[in-house]
């Protein structure tokens, strides 16, 4: 693992069983605004998703003979198998990993684990009606850019919480999760204690643990892109305190040991069916 750079190449939050567990899936990577990348997957109806903990929150749309169901979901702190069941045609934008969607009138930490109807909670301007007409993946992509730099980005307040977690968070994600409180500490000048209490009300869970996760979707990427080093040779690479560490949190985050999760992806051939869309037009 002399070469690194695949981790900034590819997608930084990652839900691998919407992929494996589809029918169809695609994706198209973003990067600004908050936004990681959108996705589109047709899957058979009754067929659940797991859901495991990215740090994210997503907004999924649900296409059905009836029109489009739209919804928030905040990311869960440990496997969810019951994601989705009934959905066959779904688009979703994915945001950073501790990224607070404009707009968006719940907080990250009242999300965790939960999903609630995006239409409630979000500014009556968003022309929902409008994105539920939009068939094909890129005019969802467009339709949905649109809209939502219609809507008021309000900058944080200098030196105030808000700017403070962002920052943090900023840092977390850019060091994908190999940082620790003191490192924290140091490089914003608040106290170690400050700065769990401020990401506790905003995130609803410790640094730490968003560390942890930030560190555990590395190594699913790392994984998802073919790499076939023993997780002894990779694992403190990627920040883990040994292997013994690196099995621990890939059980409790995402329900199955590095080996386990490798053998899935290979069976399910997950680098082909994470099919790309790329096309000329697309808005930069």
């Known amino acids: 693992m002399e070469n690194c750079n695949w981790k900034r190449e590819k997608l930084r939050s990652t839900q691998p069983f919407f992929v494996l567990n589809s029918e169809e899936f695609i994706q198209e990577s973003y990067r600004k605004d908050g936004i990681s990348h959108f996705y589109m997957m047709k899957k058979k109806k009754g067929i659940p998703l797991r859901m495991i903990p990215n740090g994210s929150i997503d907004f999924v749309f649900s296409y059905t003979e009836n029109g489009m169901n739209s919804f928030v979901n905040g990311t869960p702190l440990s496997p969810i198998d019951d994601c989705l069941t009934s959905a066959t045609d779904i688009f979703g934008v994915r945001f950073m990993p501790g990224t607070h969607p404009t707009g968006l009138a719940l907080h990250q930490k009242d999300l965790i684990g939960l999903h609630f109807p995006l239409e409630e909670y979000y500014p009556k301007s968003f022309d929902f009606q409008g994105l ?153």
């Open 132 to 284: 539920a007409e939009k068939k094909l993946f890129l005019d969802r992509i467009r339709f949905f850019l649109k809209e939502y730099s219609k809507l008021d980005q309000k900058a944080p307040e200098p030196f105030g919480k808000e700017a403070l977690f962002e920052y943090v968070c900023d840092m977390i994600y850019q060091n994908d999760g190999q940082i620790r409180i003191f490192e924290l500490s140091e490089k914003t000048g608040y106290s170690d204690r400050y700065i769990r209490k401020i990401f506790q009300e905003k995130m609803g869970f410790s640094p730490k643990i968003f560390c942890n996760i930030l560190r555990l979707q590395r190594a699913i990427e790392f994984l998802n892109y073919g790499f076939d080093e023993k997780a002894c040779d990779w694992a403190a690479t990627l920040g883990y305190y040994d292997q013994a560490q690196c099995i621990r949190d890939f059980r409790k985050y995402l329900g199955l040991t590095p080996g386990q999760y490798k053998k899935l992806i290979k069976k399910g051939n997950y680098q082909k069916r994470a099919a790309y869309a790329h096309d000329p037009g697309f808005p930069t």
